[in-house]
């Protein structure tokens, strides 16, 4: 086989490894999910006693607020961005080989090609379709890859005046030790 462009068989072989590339890029970019939890798994642990301290106005403090109030925001854009991250969408799949075999060879032949012309054809109709699915999957990848990285930057963000409120909060905390009583149950 040649590397030429102008041979079907060497432009049929490169898009199949394109199109099985895309798909692959694809999966991988769904893949990265986990580290998304694993972010907003810690940056929930401490969410209800902040909210609590907030709402109880056990801490009347602006920058506390003001953190709390951009925690809350980029968390919510994060969020949003991952939602619109996990939607599934359609990727591209190739058609089952028999729509080349049978249809669309039945209906070359029937236009009046011969053998040679016909299989040119097929291979031209197939080469349309592989590129067709590169353009789609490729589309596909770029968007979601897009969408991951936003939720990913908003999250690490969020992180930020997260830290911020966690800090002041476990600065007003209690740690007076609490009292034990022993109780005789004689």
Request: aromatic residues 14%; glycine residues 2%; contains cysteine.
């Amino acid at each position: 086989m040649t590397n030429s462009f102008l041979d079907l068989d060497y432009i049929i072989a490169l898009n199949e490894k394109r199109v099985n590339e895309s798909q692959d890029s694809y999966a991988k970019v769904l893949e990265r999910l986990p580290t998304l939890v694993i972010i907003y798994t810690a940056l929930a642990i401490f969410i209800v006693p902040l909210i609590q301290r907030l709402l109880l106005h056990e801490i009347m403090n602006l920058i506390y607020s003001i953190c709390f109030l951009a925690y809350v925001l980029l968390f919510g854009y994060s969020v949003y961005y991952t939602v619109r991250f996990m939607i599934p969408v359609k990727v591209a799949y190739l058609q089952a080989p028999k729509m080349y075999y049978t249809v669309l060879r039945t209906e070359y032949i029937a236009q009046g090609y011969n053998e040679v012309q016909t299989g040119n054809l097929l291979k031209a109709s197939y080469i349309q379709e592989l590129e067709e699915a590169i353009d789609r999957n490729n589309a596909v990848f770029t968007r979601k890859s897009s969408l991951y990285y936003k939720a990913l930057i908003f999250s690490l963000l969020a992180s930020l005046p997260y830290l911020a409120c966690l800090g002041y909060h476990l600065s007003l905390k209690n740690d007076s030790p609490q009292k034990v009583e022993v109780i005789n149950l004689k």
